[in-house]
């Protein structure tokens, strides 16, 4: 189950919800046998709903990739200086030392955790001790990694004053060299391009989200790691118990890796509940185990399908597409079967652009293709063999989704003349339903509008955009909004 949270609860910890009051026992109460949701749930977490169409998205793409390699990062080699006397080995936060300054605590136990979970992958790669720097991990080509596996201590932007960048700790290289000073930042990590399927950070803080940066554009852990391209992540909301880290992450990676078709949300529920089934009465309480949750595409597989067929690594060709002398631009790409297709504006007649579904070969061959002057086109999704292509009327701003069959015949279309206005900005089909996003731009609009809805303003144009997300049926009927 994939839960959106409103930002003043983002830091809620969705596993440890009691359904209802745990027993008693004497003056306290038997954790034991409290009705934690994680215990009927596998949950996951998502910031917003154009977040999950763009990790599902992502999630697609790796999926696709083929790729089976690990790359696992941990217990950085800190030395003793400056660490404090108050540190907590048994923590993977940060610890403040005199002033401003950071100190961090050895993390022996992290080396186990890493090298556990490499044994589960055919090919692997592990970074250390020594060899935990910035600079050994950045000239890795991480594209190749379905997994990256970080285990050390996290550090979040509010940690320490002026400190505007969260980071993961490494082994220190050059400290004045900002690409090995032992510090992965939140820009370094959002410059990156990956191709993996999960990002595990076992780190204190790495899916602490605060909304107030956020409103700043200052992106956190997991919003980083996103923007480079991992469609999901495992992180934690506060401070880690490492010993419960280290069982429940290796639970968890087994569990993912020997089941193909399994969920992440899956083997991240099924690893909490075989802890709380084993752990003492005191790491029953969820400040040991709820902290780790999963942010992003729940959905994603733990191995490649046998019928997932191999990635094309680097670029074959490229080739103009014909037919378009007067101009166009393609508006998006989905693979249908074996083939690609696409949504392409293009061919303007003096009046009017045409809107274009062609599905095409490998080779670029097209197979079939469908026009029209009086629809826009719009983003599109694919779904076994079918397609959803969205758009909109020509002079009436109306939203249209039409379903096509693998041969391009239509089988229905739908025009929501109830959001005349808006338009589509994004549509994703999910277990059978579409979800879409409309968006309406209404100007110079009061913001004290008694209208329910969300809206981000426009800074440019003073304008406002009222984000709506829809659940449609495979018929195109609207079963649920959210505003």
């Known amino acids: 189950m994939s839960v959106a949270l409103p930002w003043e609860l983002s830091g809620l910890a969705l596993s440890a919800i009691l359904q209802d009051a745990p027993p008693r026992i004497g003056e306290g109460y038997d954790l034991s046998k409290a009705p934690w949701m994680i215990k009927d749930f596998d949950l996951s977490q998502i910031l917003s709903p154009r977040q999950f169409i763009s ?49 961090f605590a050895p993390l022996p136990e992290t080396a186990d955790e890493i090298r556990a979970a490499s044994k589960l992958f055919k090919k692997s790669k592990v970074l250390l001790h020594d060899q935990a720097t910035e600079e050994n991990f950045l000239k890795l080509s991480l594209g190749d990694f379905a997994v990256l596996h970080f285990a ?105 890796r020997n089941r193909p078709a399994g969920s992440a949300t899956s083997a991240l529920g099924k690893a909490v509940r075989a802890h709380l089934a084993d752990a003492p009465e005191l790491e029953q309480h969820p400040a040991y185990w709820a902290a780790l949750n999963l942010v992003g595409d729940g959905s994603i597989s733990g191995a490649v399908s046998q019928n997932t067929p191999a990635a094309q690594s680097g670029i074959s060709s490229f080739e103009t597409l014909s ?9 998006d790409v989905d693979v249908l079967g074996n083939d690609l297709l696409m949504a392409i504006m293009g061919e303007w007649d003096g009046h009017r652009m045409n809107g274009i579904v062609s599905r095409r070969a490998k080779d670029g061959t097209e197979r079939w293709r469908i026009d029209s002057r009086h629809i826009g086109i719009g983003r599109l999704t694919t779904s076994d063999n079918i397609s959803y292509v969205a758009g909109y009327t020509l002079g009436g701003s109306i939203p249209v989704l039409r379903r096509f069959d693998g041969d391009g015949a239509v089988i229905w279309r739908r025009d929501y003349h109830e959001y005349s206005g808006y338009a589509f900005e994004d549509v994703l089909a999910v277990d059978k339903r ?26 440019a144009a003073r304008q406002r955009r009222v984000r709506i997300a829809m659940m449609l049926s495979s018929n195109g009927d609207s079963q649920l909004i959210r505003l």
């Open 152 to 256: 050390t201590h996290g550090l979040a932007q509010e940690d320490t004053p002026g400190w505007s960048n969260g980071a993961l700790v490494l082994t220190p290289g050059d400290p004045e060299d900002p690409y090995d000073d032992g510090f992965l930042t939140t820009d370094d990590i959002a410059k990156l391009t990956l191709r993996s399927r999960l990002v595990i950070l076992s780190a204190c803080n790495t899916t602490r989200t605060n909304p107030i940066l956020a409103a700043q554009k200052v992106m956190d852990l997991q919003a980083a790691f996103i923007v480079a391209g991992a469609p999901a992540l495992i992180g934690s909301l506060w401070e880690l118990n490492s010993q419960t880290a280290e069982q429940i992450v290796t639970r968890f990676l087994a569990e993912w």
């Open 55 to 103: 990790v599902a998205r992502l999630g697609r793409a790796a999926e696709a990739n083929g790729t089976e390699e690990y790359l696992g990062i941990g217990d950085p080699s800190l030395g003793l200086e400056g660490v404090s006397k108050l540190a907590d080995a048994r923590r993977r936060g940060r610890v403040k030392g005199p002033e401003t300054s950071l100190s």
């Open 434 to 459: 579409l979800f879409v996003i409309y968006v309406q731009t209404l100007p110079e609009l009061s913001p004290a509008s008694s209208d329910g809805r969300i809206c981000l303003w426009n800074n």
């Open 323 to 331: 037919g378009f002398g007067s101009g166009g631009e393609i508006i």
